[in-house]
């Protein structure tokens, strides 16, 4: 399996990734807030450790995550997380015919099956390919109430908005444009779409260039700066100094040449 490690100072994060199948560990030492959403299908999460909370939606509806426990997200469905110093959180993708539509489906700790509970215990040192895709087969096969994003009044034109922004991302945005064809205007856009989603829409873009960006280091092929214009980023400087505010290393310390063969980038 190829895997990215990287270091900040509030954790460490480890992506390993084999053909079709992708996983990541998030070790925080210390609280960290954020917005997240799978920039590729349907994505299963699960906490081993500590504490997370979770919040989606304009009705901000709260998920409060317990060790054990999990949640099903629906391809690219956005929501604020909080997740305490001293957790851990397994996140691996899933079949993309997992789509219940924009939600998430909680899975509480002691609804998870055995089977899987053992696999999570044993995450992340002893996920081989074949233990990963047992893992991923028996979280997809978990039977959860799914919890929709519930509507407000300009809820469904966001989400159209939001639609093509999932399917344009990797092109040139210009959001003046897409209020235009979306009929809408810029500052009701970014307002509607913030209280939706509870990240503002060139956040947003932002994120999913970032996360396919990631993804790339694993299963793509190509320099970085090939990696970071085929995830969406003009500029390259920029985007070097952005994925470095995020990552708190530079991307080239993840980087390693495609020669080798198995790609295992540790930062420094």
């Not at 991923?136 to 994003?149: C, I, M, Q, S, Y």
Request: aromatic letters at 8%.
């Amino acid at each position: 399996m190829h895997q990215v490690t990287w270091k900040d100072a509030g954790g460490r994060t480890q992506w390993q990734a084999c053909p079709s199948l992708w996983c990541g560990l998030f070790a925080r030492e210390t609280d960290r807030q954020g917005v997240y959403a799978s920039s590729r299908g349907a994505m299963a999460s699960f906490l081993l450790d500590g504490q997370m909370q979770i919040e989606m939606g304009p009705k901000r509806q709260d998920i409060e995550l317990k060790p054990g426990g999990g949640m099903l997200i629906a391809p690219r469905t956005p929501f604020r997380y909080t997740l305490k110093g001293g957790s851990r959180l397994l996140v691996v993708d899933l079949a993309t015919k997992y789509a219940p539509g924009l939600g998430l489906a909680p899975i509480p700790h002691t609804k998870v099956p055995r089977r899987l509970a053992t696999l999570l215990a044993k995450a992340p040192d002893a996920l081989d390919e074949a233990r990963l895709r047992t893992l991923v087969h028996e979280a997809g096969a978990t039977a959860a109430p799914h919890l929709a994003v519930e509507p407000a009044h300009n809820t469904a034109r966001v989400v159209r908005v939001k639609d093509y922004l999932d399917t344009h991302f990797q092109h040139g945005v210009v959001l003046k444009e897409v209020a235009a064809r979306h009929r809408m205007g810029l500052c009701y856009l970014s307002r509607s779409f913030t209280s939706t989603f509870g990240t503002s829409p060139q956040q947003y873009v932002q994120h999913l260039r970032q996360e396919h960006f990631l993804r790339g280091l694993l299963t793509g092929r190509g320099t970085l700066e090939q990696l970071a214009h085929a995830s969406g980023f003009s500029d390259y400087p920029s985007f070097c100094r952005l994925m470095r505010r995020r990552l708190g290393v530079a991307p080239s310390q993840l980087y390693q040449d495609q020669t080798c063969p198995s790609r295992r980038v540790r930062s420094r």
